[in-house]
């Protein structure tokens, strides 16, 4: 019974469990803005290439 106990305290005492949640949470943000920044920039992106085709389309009578 004192082994469970001292495996006990030492798990609350360690700060392995504490500083992976943290990563994850960190992570998980890190992954939310870069998804934002990617779909934002790939909305851009798509109407750049919306305009230049269809400047390209009028400037040669033409149409894809």
Do not use: H, Q
Not at 30 to 49: C, E, R, Y
Request: avoid cysteine; charge should be negative; aromatic fraction near 6%.
């Amino acid at each position: 019974m004192k082994s469970f106990l001292n495996v006990a305290k030492n798990f609350l005492r360690s700060e392995d469990g504490p500083t992976a949640t943290e990563y994850a949470v960190m992570l998980a943000l890190i992954i939310i803005v870069a998804l934002g920044a990617i779909t934002g920039l790939g909305t851009t992106v798509d109407g750049i290439f919306t305009n230049v085709d269809t400047t390209l389309a009028g400037a040669t009578g033409g149409g894809s």
